[in-house]
């Protein structure tokens, strides 16, 4: 069983930087792919990145790309979303997810992952 426990959300002007943090806890919580995802009020959930278990390669979606970066520390088992020159389009609640495989799908679609955070509220306004 994998926990994903998700913090480091808030206020934020535009323009602004956050650092979203993701402790990954199980057993071999270092094979697997982590994903972030996020949720706008009444829209869909988005698939904005994702990392494989070695820390290897990362995907971006195009919204994010250039702006986001992720990282991650198997020995501290925690993955790292820093997100730079925050919009308000990306105000939503952020989520971390787990995939069973290590390396990050094409796609980056819910239902390739099985394991999920709480989630964690950014809000980026003026």
């Known amino acids: 069983q994998l926990y994903l426990v998700e913090s480091g959300g808030g206020f934020v002007q535009p323009g602004g930087s956050l650092r979203l943090s993701c402790v990954a806890s199980?057993?071999?919580?270092?094979?697997?792919?982590i994903g972030w995802f996020r949720q706008a009020p009444g829209k869909e959930r988005e698939g904005i990145s994702c990392?494989?278990?070695?820390?290897?390669?990362?995907t971006y979606a195009d919204s994010v790309k250039g702006r986001f970066t992720m990282s991650r520390d198997n020995a501290e088992e925690v993955v790292q979303l820093l997100m730079n020159g925050l919009k308000p389009e990306d105000t939503a609640a952020y989520y971390c997810?787990?995939?069973?495989?290590?390396?990050?799908?094409?796609?980056?679609?819910?239902?390739?992952?099985?394991?999920w955070g709480q989630g964690t509220q950014v809000t980026v306004s003026s």
């Open positions: 990392i494989s278990g070695d820390g290897g390669s990362t």
């Open positions: 997810a787990a995939r069973g495989f290590s390396d990050c799908p094409s796609t980056l679609r819910e239902s390739y992952f099985g394991a």
């Open positions: 199980g057993r071999h919580s270092d094979y697997y792919a």
